[in-house]
């Protein structure tokens, strides 16, 4: 079974019916505001942005998607159809050979960001039309439950109901929603009800944040905003102690590499032989960061990165999983597969742990 762990939409084509609200928050639901159909050109007029401005606008990358510019042919444009045509998806998974494939929104940030009572409406309408979306391709396409980190509070309720009543397999986890980083105590109810449902928190960055949008364009944001994401979510997970506090929390990093978690695992050791003397700057840990990690945290590789041997001995054959961003851009689609299994770094053993038995365990399929 090959397994796709990273797969997006393209829900922004259809805001309107995506986040249609009810009241009181129906003032809310976006309002289509031209005439194109649904494509990469329909726009909406709304105020569910929750992202900074200044981040997003630099962030932006309408060409690559514009079919009239024809960035590398129009392959990438024509592709999008996939984003929101199931029945489009399949066939193209078909083409690696993927027999089922996580996925999440395109905006990550307006389905988990927003604040308050409005934002858990709009994770709840997300959950309901992706479930709705996939009707007839349950067993090809396991949604990711977006949870309202706007609004913890509402977040147990809203996993316990995608992963027993809509039947999904996995939950988000924002890296940290302004001012909050993970280890806040409002998320311990999070992630005691996630361990207690058995199912895996998926920790999807996007590329923005106070760092990283202070850049001036994409290419530096692309770059550096996930890393930077998953980085502090790493961080106040392992040294924040709720990992020691939570033990059965599964965590899933994305888009960073599998090398990236090395480094930090590294220097958290490090500090950790000066540290732990100061139980205030170690989050009362009871062993080192690094078994926190090995025990508790996952990466998705990439097909393609320099080095893979080295994060499955480190890290541990177990740990890694094949993601094709499908149909992103920088997606390595339709050669992720293949170029997994072309390496010569890696076992023909590891190649079918990274390619989906590690995702089947994970997952409970």
Same mark, same amino acid.
């Given at each position: 079974?090959? #397994? +796709?762990?990273?797969?997006?939409?393209?829900?922004?084509?259809?805001?309107? @019916?995506?986040?249609?609200?009810?009241?009181?928050?129906?003032?809310?639901?976006?309002?289509?505001?031209?005439?194109?159909?649904? *494509?990469? %050109?329909?726009?909406?007029?709304?105020?569910?942005?929750?992202?900074?401005?200044?981040?997003?606008?630099?962030?932006?990358?309408?060409?690559?998607?514009?079919?009239? !510019?024809?960035?590398?042919?129009? @392959?990438?444009?024509?592709?999008?159809?996939? %984003?929101?045509?199931?029945?489009?998806?399949?066939?193209?998974?078909?083409?690696?050979?993927?027999?089922?494939? #996580?996925?999440?929104?395109?905006?990550? *940030?307006?389905?988990?960001?927003?604040?308050?009572?409005?934002?858990?409406?709009?994770?709840?309408?997300f959950n309901d039309w992706v479930a709705d979306?996939?009707?007839?391709? $349950? $067993?090809?396409?396991?949604?990711?439950?977006?949870?309202?980190?706007?609004?913890?509070?509402?977040?147990?309720?809203?996993?316990?109901?995608?992963?027993?009543?809509?039947?999904? &397999?996995?939950?988000?986890?924002?890296?940290?929603?302004?001012?909050?980083?993970? +280890?806040?105590?409002?998320?311990?109810?999070?992630?005691?009800?996630?361990?207690?449902?058995?199912?895996?928190?998926? =920790?999807?960055?996007? *590329?923005?944040?106070?760092l990283t949008d202070r850049f001036d364009n994409?290419?530096?944001?692309? !770059?550096? %905003?996930?890393?930077?994401?998953?980085?502090?979510?790493? #961080?106040?997970?392992?040294?924040?102690?709720?990992?020691?506090?939570?033990?059965?929390?599964?965590?899933?990093?994305?888009? =960073?590499?599998?090398?990236?978690?090395?480094?930090?695992?590294?220097?958290?050791?490090?500090?950790?032989?000066?540290? &732990?003397d100061f139980s205030q700057l170690t989050g009362?840990? *009871?062993?080192?960061?690094?078994?926190?990690?090995?025990?508790?945290?996952?990466?998705?590789?990439?097909? +393609?990165?320099?080095?893979?041997?080295?994060?499955?001995?480190?890290?541990? @054959?177990?740990?890694?999983?094949?993601?094709? +961003?499908?149909?992103?851009?920088?997606?390595?689609?339709?050669?992720?597969?293949?170029?997994?299994?072309?390496?010569?770094?890696?076992?023909?053993?590891? &190649?079918?742990?990274?390619?989906?038995?590690?995702?089947?365990?994970?997952?409970?399929?």
């Amino acid at each position: 079974m090959i #397994i +796709d762990l990273d797969s997006h939409l393209r829900e922004g084509y259809f805001m309107d @019916e995506v986040y249609k609200l009810g009241e009181p928050f129906a003032q809310f639901t976006p309002r289509k505001a031209n005439d194109e159909g649904r *494509s990469h %050109g329909t726009r909406f007029i709304h105020s569910l942005e929750p992202l900074n401005p200044q981040g997003l606008a630099t962030h932006k990358h309408p060409y690559i998607y514009d079919p009239k !510019v024809n960035w590398r042919a129009g @392959e990438i444009a024509e592709r999008q159809v996939g %984003g929101y045509d199931m029945a489009r998806r399949q066939d193209d998974i078909r083409r690696e050979r993927i027999d089922k494939e #996580i996925i999440f929104p395109t905006g990550i *940030s307006i389905a988990t960001q927003n604040q308050g009572r409005l934002g858990a409406a709009v994770a709840r309408a997300f959950n309901d039309w992706v479930a709705d979306l996939v009707k007839g391709y $349950e $067993e090809t396409f396991l949604p990711c439950a977006m949870a309202p980190a706007g609004c913890p509070e509402a977040m147990p309720d809203e996993a316990t109901r995608c992963v027993k009543e809509l039947g999904f &397999k996995a939950t988000h986890l924002v890296p940290y929603v302004g001012s909050r980083n993970l +280890d806040d105590p409002i998320f311990y109810p999070y992630y005691e009800t996630v361990q207690d449902l058995g199912v895996p928190l998926f =920790c999807h960055p996007n *590329s923005n944040g106070d760092l990283t949008d202070r850049f001036d364009n994409f290419y530096k944001t692309h !770059v550096m %905003g996930r890393v930077m994401n998953c980085t502090a979510a790493l #961080i106040a997970l392992v040294l924040g102690g709720v990992f020691e506090k939570f033990p059965r929390l599964k965590v899933v990093f994305f888009e =960073c590499s599998a090398e990236w978690i090395l480094f930090w695992m590294h220097r958290m050791d490090d500090d950790y032989e000066w540290a &732990k003397d100061f139980s205030q700057l170690t989050g009362h840990l *009871s062993m080192a960061p690094s078994e926190y990690i090995k025990r508790n945290c996952y990466v998705t590789c990439e097909a +393609d990165e320099r080095d893979l041997a080295t994060p499955i001995r480190e890290l541990g @054959e177990d740990r890694i999983f094949m993601a094709t +961003d499908y149909p992103h851009f920088d997606s390595e689609y339709p050669h992720t597969v293949s170029g997994i299994e072309k390496r010569t770094d890696i076992t023909d053993g590891q &190649k079918e742990k990274i390619l989906g038995e590690n995702a089947k365990e994970l997952l409970n399929l």
